[in-house]
């Protein structure tokens, strides 16, 4: 089944660290590019982080930039999102979805929940 | 960063009747490279991911059905669904891809009167 299956969420206390991961199936990963999207609680969507199908172009929302990382691992058709210095305001839903250029968003998983409190 | 505004914030509609939502791009998305306009609807359904509905301004996504259609010009768009069902509630996105950071409008949440 065509899938994304995001994992690795939780509870962790501000400035701790959380390591998101999405695993694809049944689609050739390695030729789609990877977001990250995120929803807080009752908020609407914001985008997070993008990497291309090869990993070699990344870019981050000002909101993550210089704690949050994107990497993926085409051989396991595994993105990841390593996210340090968590703040309160991280605490939401999220999301991994593939793209292509004509195609994009075609795909999302059902999201992990992380939640940044003390 | 390219500031995406949609309008309504809340639309009720009516199944059978016309419904129209508006964005509007702080800059204009249309690549002239390509000449494409990389602006972007999604649907959010109550307790689902978001899905694709249009992309690239105007290309249904597959599966979408015909009575969705996107529009527009440089900073201006639309979503339009011509004849609303019950299925279409929800929270709809306009999001522009023409670079980064990727944007969203705020959302418009559809509900049947």
């Known amino acids: 089944q065509v899938q994304l299956v995001e994992s690795g969420g939780g509870l962790v206390k501000p400035g701790r660290s959380l390591r998101l991961s999405c695993v694809g199936s049944d689609f050739v990963f390695r030729d789609y590019y990877m977001n990250w999207f995120r929803q807080a609680p009752g908020k609407g969507l914001e985008w997070v982080s993008y990497i291309s199908s090869a990993g070699e172009t990344i870019h981050y929302a000002d909101s993550v930039k210089g704690r949050f990382t994107i990497s993926r691992d085409n051989a396991k058709n595994l993105l990841t999102l390593q996210m340090n210095s968590l703040r309160v305001e991280d605490t939401a839903l999220y999301y991994c979805?593939?793209?292509?250029?004509?195609?994009?968003?075609?795909?999302w998983g059902p999201g992990t929940l992380v939640t940044v409190s003390s | 960063e390219i500031v995406m505004t949609q309008t309504p914030l809340s639309l009720p509609v009516t199944p059978g009747e016309p419904a129209s939502i508006s964005c509007r791009s702080s800059q204009s998305l249309f690549d002239s490279y390509d000449r494409k306009t990389y602006l972007d609807w999604y649907l959010q359904k109550p307790g689902q991911s978001p899905q694709i509905l249009i992309h690239t301004l105007s290309y249904r996504a597959s599966g979408v059905p015909d009575r969705f259609s996107g529009s527009g010009s440089g900073t201006d768009f639309t979503l339009k669904i011509s004849m609303v069902e019950a299925e279409d509630v929800g929270i709809y996105y306009c999001m522009q891809r023409i670079e980064f950071p990727w944007t969203l409008g705020q959302g418009t949440k559809v509900e049947i009167k």
């Open positions: 979805a593939r793209g292509l250029v004509y195609a994009p968003g075609d795909l």
